[in-house]
């Protein structure tokens, strides 16, 4: 009888423990075929703050806080909440982020950083990053808020930034550029991802710069697809974009500009500005295409991200825009109002006069696609009206720098008035990456992977390598 109820037992044990085993099993396997390896995540400007710099709120936060347009009193909320999105909800393959990662480089809020990347790690969600100009090095905003008082906090360096985001760009798989925090690596078959580290100035030196062009170069030799992500915009989005923030473009924007485009790089994911906005260039003869897809931040309105489905030969991507739902649109909308108008309005009486409608049309770039906007081309009158009857304290020269940076920004339109003037759509867009030849249309594209799919279903062994060199061979004869 005993035997009996321990073999009865031991059955319901063992059943109990195979049925878990293998619900487990279901669990694991849904887990990893809901993840689409195809679908990247592009989030920009996080700024995360460690919760304990934050010991007790007082002067000494509310004083840093004061006038900012950044929403770092919920950075932690925001963050948190779009890595749980991309978790539950978008389970993408890869997620870039291209730097300001932190408040102020804080080791502590880079630790919080990684130890959220890391749960989507366990999920085989891969995340690739780069350091904004926020992210390392001495900084006087790096520090505990205490009351009244502050005290400093450890900062990254550029050697603590790689150790720490050692699974996030700057492990074994990545070959690293010797100068910089610049890496290449190939987080999907087929697709080359080069990081490039703009440092806290926005300057890319000419070694930098060359190295990128080898990767970026090599990869397309053997058949791949290359992007880039970079911290600094590639160009401007619009004239006068230098009035606003320090270092809004890339030192060198045009050196740097004709090097990709010239090398196959059709798109480089960029941050810094805090606003989306899409804006196509070209190389110095304008014969090929290079898109700057500017993310705005996730601390600031309207706290956009990017997804981005690859097709399944890698020839193309479409990118769509979403927001974070994590905190009211109105408190950050107003956030941003209040923090453009205060910095306008600071530049004397004529600004004050126009920073009402000026901040508004902050407001409506941030949202993206302003021409598509009517009541962006409302304030587009408003704000040449007001212009034009401020012209007399700003002067002539200043007006016209003012009305062309309006018409730049309202109409969507980069480089407005030259011969790059450009008009792209900020919020859903689909991009060919560059073939072989480096052809923009890809309309003769010969891919690589392809050829190799054919003969490899055919029984035999092929290289890609090898393929690709007959194909350079073939396409360089007249
Ligand atoms: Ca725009
Ligand atoms: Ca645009």
Redesign the pocket.
Known sequence: MRTIKRLFILTILWMGMGCGVWAKTLATKSQTTAIDRKKMVVLADPHVMAPELLVNKGTAWDTYLEGQRKLEDYSQRLFDDMIERIKQDIRPGLVLIPGDLTKDGEQVSHQYVTGKLDELRAMGIRTLVIPGNHDRGANSNAVYYDGANTTPAAVATKEWFAAQYENYGYGTSSERESTTLTYACEPLKGLVVIGIDSGTDGIVSGTTLNWVVKKATAARESGKKVIAMMHHPLIP??TGVDNFVATSVVVNYETVRNALADAGIRVVFTGHFH?????KDWNADKTKEIYDVNTGSLISYPCDYREVTLSADLSEMSITTGHSTAIAAETAKERLRSAAEDQIAKRGTAYALIAPAAAQAFIF?AE????DNEEAANTLTNLVAVTNLGKALLGEAKAQKLLDMANS?LQ?K?QYGTDREDQTN?LTLTIKLADLAGDVNGDDVVNVADIVEIIRRQGHQVKEQEIAAILSIIMKEP
Do not use: V
Not at 275 to 279: F, H, K, L, R, Y
Not at 368 to 371: P, Q
């Open positions: 989005h619009f606003t989306s906005d899409i804006a770039h993206g696609n302003e021409n920004m969507d980069s900020d």
